[in-house]
């Protein structure tokens, strides 16, 4: 695997590590969840490593969707607890997490 894409890897896992270490409590679960989307994310950019720039928004997706049956809807709105925040865009560069309910762009990936 080329040096970028390790590098991109290990960004979104300090990205998204920072996310949960501010909004949840990281179990040994929770981090669990966030390594299984990193190597399933290694094995998806080794073969296109033009990929790299989406890691981010991908690895936060996947958490997101792996943690949701133990810990529920995650991250969660800073306005209204009750909204979860999206990642914006889907598949893309530079991703953000959204209330799409009341407040918009909340923050980048990595900086909740």
């Known amino acids: 695997m080329t040096t ?5 890897l290990a960004d979104a896992r300090a990205r998204v590590l920072h ?8 179990t040994p679960a929770v981090i669990d969840a966030l390594d299984a989307a990193i190597s399933d994310r290694r094995e998806w950019v080794e073969p296109w490593p033009a990929g790299a720039s989406y890691l981010a928004c991908l690895v936060a997706q996947d958490v997101q969707e792996a943690i949701a049956p133990s810990v529920g809807r995650w991250p969660r709105c800073r306005i209204n607890g009750d909204h979860t925040l999206h990642i914006e865009p889907d598949l893309g560069e530079d991703p953000r997490w959204v209330c799409e309910d009341c407040s918009g762009v909340v923050a980048a990936v990595g900086e909740l």
């Open 4 to 8: 970028d894409a390790e590098a991109a």
């Open 19 to 26: 996310d949960l270490s501010a909004t949840l409590p990281t």
